[in-house]
């Protein structure tokens, strides 16, 4: 299974929880599409877009169980990124882990996390 992520404030996520599905944060829903990260982006992703910030989780998504909503588009650095055009189901949701803040002021990624 390959999963991909999204870094998620807590108080969002819980939401998505209790309406049973995930449409976005702001950026998402101006953008038109749910960005995630793969494992080798999720840490930029966080250090570019979420800096300093406490309260977020990681949200680990299997990436087969998105279908044909699910597309791999350029984007930073030239990047291919994976960009959802859905809301996220929570049945592909495999975990979600809180994204502490480290001592060296950057987020501490789970361990289960790629």
Known sequence: MTLIYKIVPEELWRAAERAGSFAGASIDLTDGFIHLSTADQMRETAAKHFAGQTGLLLVAVDEA??????????????????????????????????????????HVFPERAA
């Open 65 to 106: 169980s998105l279908g044909d909503a699910l597309r791999y588009e350029i984007s930073r650095g030239g990047q291919p990124f994976p960009h959802l055009y859905a809301p996220l189901a929570l049945t592909s949701v495999v975990f979600v882990e809180p994204l502490p803040l480290g001592a060296d002021g950057l």
